[in-house]
């Protein structure tokens, strides 16, 4: 007869660190070193078996981390309906952080995202030089330095050998640079409310050059563009991007030959203020006294194709351009104006005409931007030019011809009636559009 086998649970415990089962009705308890582990409990009897198994002192500490953690909740609470934006004076360093932004528009914005970089011809570089003057550029610290400069003598000049921040009281002073000192490591978040309030400012232009904005991140300098083109006048933003934004945005293109994608996104936000952004960015851009390369011209225009304008803004521009010394990338900014299609004034047409005709007599080799910006022309205002002027574009072509460009300028301006021709009926291609709409 076999042996009768034993199961494992009828086995003798002899371990002592081990209780015994209870009888039922009374849960097993199992200890491991100092812990306590409760198995199949009576919900009628944890009361009862709380105050049997649970160590006192574990007790009373977890009350403690109840009470702690409550006081510290509650002063939490408090603190943050009490709370600024910003440190106050002194309690800011370079290194402190600056709290996030709920800007749901921009939460997505990272420092090293750039724009693609752009490919440029270097015959189309080496044409447009020839009609720059080769004037000497400066950065922003040059300008910022020499601002201070200027502002210096003249509180000299006024009250003595005074600093040029005596007019402003000392704790202001120092409490923005520490500002300017905190977004020199700025990459994201919500900006002080003492730097919103700049642009509320009458001397904000003071306040700014304690900040040092030359040695701003470029998401930093992004901020202040968005805070500038939402609070100033078209008049005192366009002194900003002027004086700050622009030559930023120039020194970053001649360093890494590319834009950043903060400085573009700054680029595109300050089109938001169009007389501005014209004023204060692209006629600086295109007087002929500057050096205005051709990269940074495309960038500039790459974000004038993705925005719409107002025809107005855009037609001041136009004209001035027209009207100023040609300096090669005049040709890219008007060529992307034009490309917009306005309906523009008899003014601006005018004037476009005559700033073609000027070249008649040109010695030097016209850039192929140029021919585009004439094909460009002629394409879409072919039909508001009168017939003397259709005739002398017709004679321009002779001295001034592309051998890939010309035919196709002489059958844009060939194609279409003058606006100044009496017409007993419509042309064809509007009877045949008539027709097919009836």
């Not at 090293?112 to 000497?136: N, P, Q, R, T």
Request: proline share 5%; with cysteine; aromatic share 8%.
């Amino acid at each position: 007869m076999p042996k009768e086998r034993k199961s494992r649970g009828a086995r003798k415990n002899n371990d002592p660190l081990i209780k015994k089962p209870k009888p039922l009705g009374q849960e097993p308890v199992e200890h491991v070193g100092q812990g306590i582990l409760v198995k199949d409990v009576d919900p009628s009897k944890i009361g009862q078996n709380r105050n049997q198994f649970v160590d006192p002192k574990i007790t009373r500490g977890i009350l403690e981390a109840a009470r702690e953690q409550q006081k510290e909740e509650k002063e939490e609470k408090i603190g943050l309906d009490n709370e600024e934006e910003f440190p106050a004076l002194g309690a800011i360093t370079a290194k402190s952080p600056i709290e996030e932004e709920d800007d749901d528009e921009y939460e997505d914005i990272e420092e090293g995202d750039d724009v693609e970089e752009i490919e440029i011809d270097g015959d189309d570089e080496h044409a447009l030089a020839k009609f720059s003057k080769g004037g000497e550029r400066q950065n922003l610290a040059d300008l910022i330095m020499a601002k201070i400069e200027a502002k210096k003598q003249d509180v000299q000049q006024i009250v003595g050998e005074d600093e040029i921040g005596a007019n402003l009281p000392e704790e202001l002073v120092i409490h923005y640079q520490q500002i300017g000192n905190a977004l020199e490591n700025y990459r994201s978040g919500k900006m002080p409310k003492s730097f919103k309030l700049i642009a509320r400012l009458t001397n904000w232009e003071d306040i700014l050059d304690v900040m040092s904005p030359e040695k701003w991140s470029a998401a930093a300098m992004f901020q202040a563009t968005r805070m500038f083109a939402s609070n100033m006048s078209e008049g005192l933003v366009q002194r900003f991007y002027n004086v700050y934004l622009l030559p930023r945005i120039r020194d970053d293109i001649e360093f890494y030959k590319k834009l950043n994608f903060h400085l573009m996104s700054a680029l595109k936000k300050a089109i938001y203020k169009p007389a501005a952004f014209f004023k204060g960015i692209l006629l600086p851009l295109a007087m002929a006294a500057d050096t205005c390369t051709l990269r940074e011209a495309t960038i500039v225009c790459s974000c004038l194709r993705e925005h719409s304008i107002p025809v107005m803004p855009a037609a001041a521009a136009m004209l001035k351009i027209a009207e100023m010394e040609y300096n090669g990338v005049n040709s890219l900014f008007l060529r992307t104006l034009i490309e917009k299609k306005y309906a523009l004034p008899f003014r601006v047409m005018d004037a476009l005409v005559f700033h073609f005709l000027r070249f008649k007599n040109e010695k030097r080799v016209l850039p192929v931007l140029w021919h585009q910006c004439f094909l460009s022309f002629v394409s879409i205002y072919a039909a508001d030019i009168s017939v003397e002027q259709k005739e002398a574009l017709m004679e321009l072509t002779k001295f001034q011809n592309h051998p890939k460009i010309v035919n196709d300028i002489r059958h844009q301006i060939q194609r279409t009636e003058s606006r100044d021709v009496e017409m007993d009926q419509p042309p064809e291609h509007i009877l045949e559009e008539m027709m097919m709409a009836g």
